[in-house]
């Protein structure tokens, strides 16, 4: 379909179009920001952008960046030429695209690769590849990297000392940010950006849980374009306001019992991530009645903030991050918990070779939801942007047979 | 002399499970970053839990095929009751598969104890500070299941154990900058992983055994190419006795199973706990720790010191923190003029032959 042609489609929700327009005013002020020489920071995902953002720095995202090229379908030459210079196929295609997209110095915006960065922010809490990734940005932009490193459980409590360490981080972060931008931290400033954070947060999470209303009144497709503002505007003021319209049209939709996707016949959880450049999967399910009602890859992005002790309540909302601390054990309950109050009938798990840690213990999840519960999972194996080991019919298959498995118990 | 080694390794669950109806309690531990000085203070025997060159079979059905064939091997053989003797595992944060790995093990392997050290990466005060309260936790809740206190004198012991087990390999490596070293490659390895099995006051008693028996050997000219190896771990010992075969010594490494695992003492201190935390938090890094730079400028300077003429670098294949390394490593080593080759395994080196041939032509190339 022609881009033409989509954006004549009228879309169901009002909101649809002030996210379209976040985005581009975002695309257009960075590069803005780059021609006025104002300091551009490159973060990793779930890193503490609030801190950019009170310091008056910029912030790309090279993940997001990499989802929007795959649904360019620019992606696979992108990890092509990662793959030319050197850098392992099984590597992490996030990682990958990046690479090859400065290489190529080629992006889906004006034709290039994304502004340069003055520094270079990175955690590992989600996964280690991260902080390798951005090492080899801190080699070939020769910037300065800080890695806000942590100290994690895995299915047990966040210490307080582990806590004090990624606060203590914070403290130094600002130091850091501070000194390669020449701007001034101030503390009421950097309040009132986790406020809007957290609020952002609150009312995406109240979207969330809106979902449990039969028949879901959001899309899967809605959930995941619409994350854009809390991963990338997580302190901006306009992506609270974003928030409370999109939270407030979702109430209404809820309470008029109106559906996202007509005939939702059976209520599906999504693990993990969406496959970026083959959306029309969700369409795929929808059309066998098949709607995602519960996923936690938003989730993993949420998260409040206790404002009164601003380092310690930021590190906590990003260190206890259940999604990020815990194993089989834990993230099977987790999921259990979900399937009940989602009314889930199905689970659908994508197995995303390009993250081994969130991808690994799936099966074991798969099994332990069923034994449990009797909830039956299909797991589909591909990549989340990289398409070229994609296999239409294999997936499909998987979906089927989940499907069928419904319908007989229906 | 290395036969004993040797035997101690392949013998190791027998050897572990005889301990087991003798009343003492084993644990098993997965890298290099875990305070195994504290799991002995505990009177409990560490082991490593390493995988194995058999067909892989009950592992397949939990970890999806990108899952690299070490953590795929250790599975199995847990799954197989091959590790049935364990009464705990302990993992610390290395790097994403490992940390995964503890709750597929705690759900599909009955073990009685499980402990997790949220390890930092970094090496600054605040990370050396926060690995104190790590190991602390974990002194604690080893005191819990044995029912005991451990107190500093016991550490300290232990502390002084292990850094003799560790002097002592030093310095039998130390013995490859010869220019006939009296120990090949392979059988400096053998040596390497009895100790990852075997009770420490035991192990370094073989060692001493062995240090002054090499004291007095006169090794024969060998005229064989020096070669330093590196990457994380492998099973198969065999790979480093079919570089010898073909014309090559490994002299040096950069292993995860190798110096990596005993190049760095612990500094004794009042705070015996603090003393372990700056020991593993300082020790030469692994990939999965940051900044990891260092090791490759260490890497550098031990081909100097070891008069290595190529490196062979051994990469699991899907471990990411090396992978993501290699180009990086593959540029600073043709800065430095140092012929290098690349081998990707998936372990059970059935790729022997292919790797053989590799080697061999990488082998004639140095000449």
Known sequence: MSEKKSAKVKKRLKTAGKLGKLMDDYYKESAVVKAEKKPVAWLTSVAPVEVCYALDVFPLYPENYATMCSARKLSAEFCAEAEAKGFSPDLCSYALNSFGSIYLDKGPFMGKGLPEPDMLIATEHACLSMTKWWEVLARHYNVPLYVVDAALPIDDEVTSYQVKYFADQLRELVEFVEEHSGNKFDIDRFKEVLG?????????MEVGDLRKTIPSPVSPVEIFT???????????????EFYREFCDEIKALAEKKVPAVPNEKYRLLWDLFPVWYNLRLFRYMEEKGGVVVADVYATAFGGRIDISRPFEGLAERYVANPILTSGVPNLTELYKRLVKEFSVD??????????RMASMGQYDIKQGIFDDLGVPGAIFETDFIDPRTYSDEQVKDTLDSLFEILEARK | MIADFQEKYSNRHQIAGQWKKDGKKVFGYFCGYVPEELISAAGIIPVRVLGSLDTVSLADAHLQTFICAFARSCLDQGLKGVYDYLDGIVISKTCDITRKMLGIWAKNINIPFTAFIGAPSKRTESARDCLTEEFRDLRSKLEEFTGKKIDDDSINRSIEIYNKSRQLLN?????????????????????????????????????????AKLASSKPSGDGKIRLMVSGSTFEDVNVLKMIED??????????????????DLTQPASDPIRALADRYQMKITCPCKHPSDERLYRLIEDVKEYRVQGVISIVQKYCDTHLFEYPYMRDM???????FLYLETEDRMGEEGQFKTRVQAFLEMMG
């Open chain 1, 226 to 240: 619409n994350m854009f503002p809390l991963v990338t505007l997580a302190g901006k003021r306009e992506s609270t």
């Open chain 2, 246 to 263: 073909v014309g090559g010594n490994v002299v040096a490494d950069d292993l995860c199973i190798g110096r990596r695992y005993f190049r």
């Open chain 2, 333 to 339: 080593l043709q800065k430095n003029d140092i012929p």
């Open chain 1, 196 to 204: 809007y954070s957290d609020e952002a947060s609150k009312l995406f």
């Open chain 2, 171 to 211: 310095e039998l490596y130390e013995m490859k900058k010869a220019d006939n070293p009296p120990l090949s490659g392979s059988e400096f390895y053998q040596v390497v992983k009895a100790g990852f099995v075997t009770p420490k006051e035991e192990y370094n008693e073989m060692l001493s055994a062995l240090k």
């Open chain 1, 346 to 355: 199905g689970v659908v798990f994508h197995s995303n070779r390009s993250c």
